[in-house]
């Protein structure tokens, strides 16, 4: 054998080949940015929510064929664009510091998309229908890390909650949040994909001296027009679509008629806590009010009324006052009263935010009583106080931690059972299905926005549309000043109210005791969703590996 022969290297499959470089970083940067902000306006107040998969696709594109430190810092410019407007209302009553590092902290979750999304470029560029589900998959493995890290995670900004009026939430019944996210990005996926014009297949490897800025153009005009509409057809067909998925209509159970209170606060800010009294007051008042129009025939006898959270922030149970005025109110109104308050202990330091039950005549029903059991950090307790000292001094204004709860708010009210959720765990897919799985026929959303602005209590009203539409179930949410209504089982909105005014709403609600696709999931769509995008990866990291093996 010859010397030519004994080297002759052996012959591997033929690969794809892809040339191309990412968009110039001039352009990508403002592409970031623009992403970051598509993504705020689709969400309340401002609720353009076709702009969601816009800016999915726009950060796409931005990080594509990347390296890690650059996608990752890409995707931070996207999450500071989106995460430090859309969280604004932070900073009215604390403060500049605390809006600064949750936004920062957010920020760094799509800095670890955009890292991700770039790490997966080469299994993109190897089939093109793969990067809309790539897309999509790393998304929902982006929020699942996001909604549980650090300290229970904080879910809000999830792109399911931007889709409260779109044709996809109609999927949160199949799949809950996880999936109505995943088809989001699937669409934003599919948006680059037509857009992006550097796709080269292993039958259409250009010539060595064809020229690529962005990569070659390829095909006949016909079909480099097919390329663009084709994935812009499916998009809007898989948004459309979603129009035939079924959700439940009015349920078929008892009707119960339910009275919202929303009594006010003298001042917004943090200072409402310096008006406790004031603000008991005004709920008692309000609902003094409606007994007066119930008895001269002009509005229905409610068989509940619900008050928001903190409207007694004077505990009840210790304060002989504040329990006289609420049974006062449950007395003249005839109905029980879920009251939102807040309990001294357990222990020493310690205090407890509940919604519990009041009933007229005999008082408060121990036994019906809900503790919250997702406490806020930072905000209703201080983890690693000490540490968190040395950043602000800001963190002792909380002098008492509120210990979180241990059972789902499952709260029985006469005929109906409520499952009782305290403002942000509205955000959180299990504390919420834990009471539909516990027989919750009416989902209850107890908030107080005083502290915030009108802009935060309508991106919640938009979760409480999501959970409504995902168990299949009405729901409310009643807030001290608005925004308070009613939500059907398909998140249609009714008797919605203003912020900051004081205003009382009745209703008669059907209740349904059936059960979703979703809420017999669970956590299932996103284990399998996330597991898929881990996959995604581990498939990113063997491919760069044998590009890297390949000759030349």
Not at 278 to 294: F, G, R, W
Request: with cysteine; hydrophobic share 50%; glycine share 10%.
């Amino acid at each position: 054998m010859d010397r030519d022969e004994t080297h002759t290297p052996a012959v591997l499959p033929q690969q794809p080949v892809v040339t191309g470089r990412p968009v110039p970083l001039r352009v990508a940067v403002p592409l970031a940015v623009a992403a970051g902000l598509a993504l705020l306006v689709a969400f309340p107040p401002y609720g353009v929510w076709p702009l969601a998969p816009v800016g999915v696709a726009l950060l796409a594109a931005a990080v594509h064929r990347r390296r890690l430190r650059a996608g990752a810092g890409l995707g931070f410019l996207t999450g500071v664009a989106f995460f430090a407007p859309l969280l604004a209302w932070t900073n009215l009553h604390t403060g500049y510091l605390p809006w600064v590092l949750l936004s920062l902290l957010q920020a760094g979750y799509l800095a670890l998309l955009g890292a991700g999304t770039a790490w997966v470029s080469p299994l993109a560029d190897r089939s093109r229908w793969a990067w809309p589900a790539l897309t999509g998959l790393l998304w929902v493995g982006q929020e699942a890390l996001r909604d549980r890290t650090p300290f229970g995670g904080f879910p809000w900004g999830r792109l399911a909650f931007s889709q409260d009026t779109s044709p996809l939430l109609r999927l949160a019944s199949l799949g809950g949040a996880p999936l109505v996210t995943f088809a989001v990005a699937l669409a934003g996926g599919l948006l680059v994909t037509a857009a992006w014009r550097g796709w080269v297949t292993a039958r259409e490897t250009p010539p060595d001296d064809a020229p690529h800025a962005h990569g070659p153009q390829g095909g006949t005009p016909a079909r480099r027009w097919a390329s663009v509409a084709v994935p812009v057809a499916v998009a809007v067909a898989l948004t459309a679509a979603c129009l035939l998925v079924p959700v439940a209509a009015a349920g078929s159970g008892t009707t119960v008629t339910v009275a919202i209170v929303q009594g006010n606060v003298p001042r917004l800010g943090l200072d409402f806590n310096a008006q406790r009294q004031a603000v008991l007051n005004n709920h008692v008042d309000a609902t003094i009010e409606l007994a007066a129009q119930v008895a001269a025939g002009t509005q229905r006898q409610p068989d509940l009324v619900v008050w928001p959270e903190n409207s007694s922030d004077i505990d009840p149970l210790r304060n002989p006052t504040a329990g006289a005025r609420i049974s006062q109110a449950a007395d003249t109104i005839r109905a029980p009263i879920l009251v939102g308050a807040v309990l001294l202990g357990p222990g020493a330091g310690q205090v407890r935010n509940v919604g519990i039950l009041w009933q007229p005549g005999t008082g408060p029903d121990l036994d019906q009583l809900y503790a919250k059991r997702h406490p806020v950090p930072f905000a209703e307790y201080v983890p690693l106080r000490n540490v968190a000292r040395l950043v602000s001094d800001k963190v002792d204004l909380i002098r008492a931690d509120f210990v979180g709860g241990s059972t789902p708010g499952v709260v029985r009210a006469g005929p109906a059972v409520l499952g009782d959720v305290i403002c942000f765990e509205v955000a959180y897919d299990g504390v919420v299905r834990d009471t539909v799985i516990g027989g919750a026929q009416l989902l209850v959303v107890q908030t107080n926005n005083a502290t915030f602005d009108e802009a935060e209590a309508r991106q919640q009203l938009a979760m409480v549309r999501l959970r409504a539409v995902e168990h299949g179930r009405p729901a409310l949410m009643a807030s001290t000043v608005g925004v308070s209504g009613f939500v059907a089982p398909d998140g249609r909105v009714s008797d919605a109210t203003g912020f900051n005014t004081r205003e009382v709403v009745v209703r008669q609600l059907r209740l349904d005791d059936g059960r979703t696709l979703a809420t017999r999931l669970g956590w299932w769509p996103e284990v399998a969703l996330a597991g898929l995008a881990a996959a995604a990866l581990i498939g990113a990291a063997v491919l760069r590996r044998r590009q890297r093996a390949m000759p030349g």
